[in-house]
């Protein structure tokens, strides 16, 4: 048997390839140095199966794919059986394993394909596991029915239940952290205790939901942000997908995810293969460096975007569905007064679409609503300097429009009405024969005419009780779930549009931050982390999604002074000095706001166009404070150490005040750095901190051990400090 070590980015994965298993991981994470797969075979035994085995050919060492058949009495990775009932138990015996380097654009991966034959049940199962140059582990499986494909006596098909590759966790990490929330308050942190059992986080509305579990991440009771050894899984899928966390009571610790498949959904005919999204696994001595991992990964991608982050103006709570040209021409003039470089008409210049009961589908700019077409409005918005950009939501349908006239075989359904109504809408099946080809022609048609620059791709509601009312003649089978099918088609329709439109930009929008995955990620610009802007709720919702992706990813956008969806009353500043991290954007009335709060907004605009190099390439990071988490200090270091900003933000009233001086978290200890206020001053802060009218230079190991003495913070109010090394 052959043990491999790999090693990339500070990271360690030790495997061995058995001859009758998949591959056994004895070690991921730290990097180990220079040490040979050879000299670390003999030097620990593996995970162990569950039970002891009386069969002394057989180790009880746990691969990748735990299979009952090994010994292992727990929940195992993979789940099919065919129609009559038989290979309910794969027992893939002859192994092949092949190591291999691949050049991607951040370096070379270490791959290792691995795959087995169960000639009984006449299946192959594979998996693929890439250690990226990012440090991220990425994982799949595969399974084949093995029937020859000629076999005139069909037989019994090979029904998918799942597939969940595993690995193994230290024995130290008895603390789980997740994510949760809801509509208007997305990826809330969750701490559960790692107790013996099954932390389970599924999924069932066809998309990660707006309670996704971002990561799924284990370590040792009280783990931080900078210390703390944490692993954690995330799976790369934007339908229904299960996370979980396994304390079975033999032994070893595991982590997992996959696609959750619905009943049947999956079925492979003779010489058919169905392949898991792939299953992300990170890794960071405290939450900071695991984000990081997936930040870096994100940053490779070929299509992530490289041109600073235009700040954009959507209209969606400017004006929402009371479109009027005179109106939004007159706060596209506001928006370029105060540096607005992207214009973004959302919901309601379609079809029928005056409030969200009806014209979902009609693709067709409304005559009732834009007499002239959207090019008065768009000729307006260039002639500013600004480019446009338009919103859709391709997914949806309200059965009040043309086209759920036209076509309400195109609507997914159970055969027996589906699911209630969400927001007076349903889905689209998209591999209904036409209904792909019908939003490519009509999305297609609008982004050339109009020369768009951008989409905001929404998608309201979850796909519950979805399934085919037609069958695709390729695809999908009348009367089948549907989930698996649709996301599929949905990356066939983004992927299409980037590629006839290639520098065409897409948000990933879902009712705010309901689908936001590593899967998506490959084929979109940006996500709408949600739909409250309220800036005390956006300090949580923004430090949630940036577990997952780089600031540049996150649409962050400043508010009118009364939150929408809240109601809080909320300084310019703070709103503004919350959503300057992000992809910035304003969605607020500024033809309503008084010259003084246009001039303000434009020099925080001005000093985000100033700071986004910095912001969008730099490495983020949180202190761990224990101030009931009222007080919050993040910044972003250059990837150099060179440069920095921190925001200083209090959520509420602390306990003690003044406080003990905090840290600045990530810079480099061996160097020197000038700390100064970037923004703002308002009048009530006071300047007790005596280096705050000057600035102050200091060494780098006295800033991130004993910090700052902080300036008096009120509740809901922030600075922001520049942080400069001078050596
Ligand atoms: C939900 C989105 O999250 C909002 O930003 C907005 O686009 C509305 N849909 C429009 O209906």
């Known amino acids: 048997m052959m043990t491999l070590h790999l090693r990339r980015a500070d990271t360690s994965v030790v495997l061995d390839l058995p001859d009758d298993r998949f591959p056994v991981v004895r070690h991921w994470g730290p990097d180990l140095g220079d040490v040979s797969g050879e000299d670390l075979a003999d030097a620990t ?21 735990p299979l009952a058949h090994l010994g292992w009495s727990a929940r195992p990775a993979v789940a099919l059986s065919r129609t009559d ?26 791959v290792v394909r691995s795959a087995g034959t169960d000639p009984v049940h006449r299946l192959s199962l594979g998996t693929e596991l890439r250690l990226e140059p990012c440090g991220l582990v990425r994982l799949r499986a595969w399974v084949r029915d093995d029937r020859p494909e000629s076999d005139g006596e069909r ?47 599924e999924s069932w509305e066809g998309r990660p939901g707006h309670d996704a579990v971002t990561w799924l991440a284990a370590g040792p009771t ?32 595991l982590l997992g995810a996959g696609e959750l498949l619905l009943p049947g959904e999956v079925s492979l005919a003779p010489g058919q293969t169905y392949t898991s999204p792939w299953t992300v696994f990170s890794w960071g001595e405290g939450l900071d460096t695991l984000a990081h991992r997936s930040h870096a990964w994100l940053r490779s991608r070929p299509a992530h975007p490289s041109r600073p982050r235009p700040v954009l103006l959507n209209t969606w709570e400017a004006v929402y569905f009371d479109h009027d040209l005179d109106k939004l021409k007159a706060l596209a003039d506001a928006a ?47 002639s500013l300097g600004m480019e446009f950009g338009l919103w859709f939501e391709p997914e949806m349908i309200n059965v009040d429009s043309e086209l759920a006239r036209a076509h309400p075989e195109w609507i997914l359904s159970d055969g027996a009405g589906g699911a209630p109504e969400h927001r007076h809408q349903r889905v689209l099946d998209l591999t209904a024969p036409g209904a792909w080809d019908y939003l490519f022609d009509a999305i297609s048609a609008l982004v050339e005419r109009l020369d768009i620059a951008y989409l905001k791709w929404d998608h309201n509601s979850p796909l519950l009780a979805a399934g085919h009312e037609v069958a695709d003649p390729t695809a999908g089978r009348q009367g089948a779930a549907a989930v698996h099918d649709q996301t599929l088609a949905v990356y066939r329709l983004l992927d299409a549009l980037h590629e006839r439109f290639p520098s065409l930009e897409i948000e990933s929008c879902a009712g705010g931050g309901g689908r936001i995955d590593l899967g998506i990620m490959e084929r979109t610009q940006r996500v ?43 300084d310019l500043d703070f709103r503004a000095g919350t959503a300057l991290w992000g992809h910035m954007g304003v969605e607020w009335d500024l033809t309503e706001a008084d010259e003084p709060t246009r001039e303000r907004l434009a020099s925080i605009i001005a000093l985000h166009k100033d700071l986004r190099g910095l912001l969008h390439s730099g490495v983020t990071v949180h202190a761990d404070l224990s101030d009931d988490d009222m007080l919050r200090i993040e910044g972003v270091v250059a990837p150099d150490s060179s440069d920095a900003l921190f925001e200083i933000a209090s959520l509420g009233q602390l306990l003690v005040w003044p406080t003990a001086p905090r840290p600045l978290p990530g810079l480099d200890p061996s160097r020197r750095y000038h700390v100064r206020l970037a923004a703002p001053t308002y009048p009530e802060l006071s300047l007790a901190a005596g280096w705050m009218a000057e600035g102050v230079t200091l060494p780098g190991s006295y800033l991130t051990t004993t910090g700052l003495a902080l300036p008096v913070l009120h509740p809901d109010h922030l600075v922001l400090l520049r942080v400069s090394a001078v050596n």
């Not at 931080?224 to 899928?237: D, E, F, L, Y």
Request: proline share 7%.
């Open 336 to 382: 370029a007064q105060v540096g607005i470089e992207r214009y973004v008409l959302d919901d309601g210049w379609f079809g029928s679409r005056r409030d969200d009961t009806s014209g979902l589908g009609d693709w067709q700019v409304s005559p009732e609503a834009w007499p002239d077409g959207l090019e008065p409005l768009v000729e307006h918005v260039h």
């Open 155 to 201: 037989g019994a098909d090979l029904v998918v239940g799942e597939l969940t590759p595993v690995l193994p966790l230290p024995d130290s990490a008895d603390e789980l952290l997740d994510t949760t929330g809801h509509h208007v308050q997305e990826r809330r942190l969750v701490r559960t205790p790692f107790t013996p059992g099954t932390r389970l986080r």
């Open 45 to 65: 035994p593996a995970q162990a199966t569950s039970l002891g085995t009386n069969t002394a050919w057989i180790t009880n060492d746990l691969p990748i794919l």
């Open 528 to 570: 709408w982390a949600s739909d409250c802007i309220d800036a005390h709720d956006r300090q949580n919702i923004q430090r949630g999604t940036t577990l997952l992706l780089p600031p540049e990813l996150v649409g962050t956008h400043v508010g009118s002074g009364r939150a929408h969806t809240t109601l809080r009353d909320l």
């Open 222 to 253: 009280g783990f931080g942000w900078r210390s703390g050894r944490v692993h954690g899984v995330h799976v790369a899928w934007s339908g229904n997908v299960r996370h979980l966390a396994m304390n079975p009571a033999s032994g070893r610790k």
């Open 85 to 110: 009932g038989t290979a309910f138990s794969p027992h893939p015996t002859a192994f092949s394993h092949e190591e291999s380097s691949e050049d991607t654009p951040a370096g070379t991966a270490h």
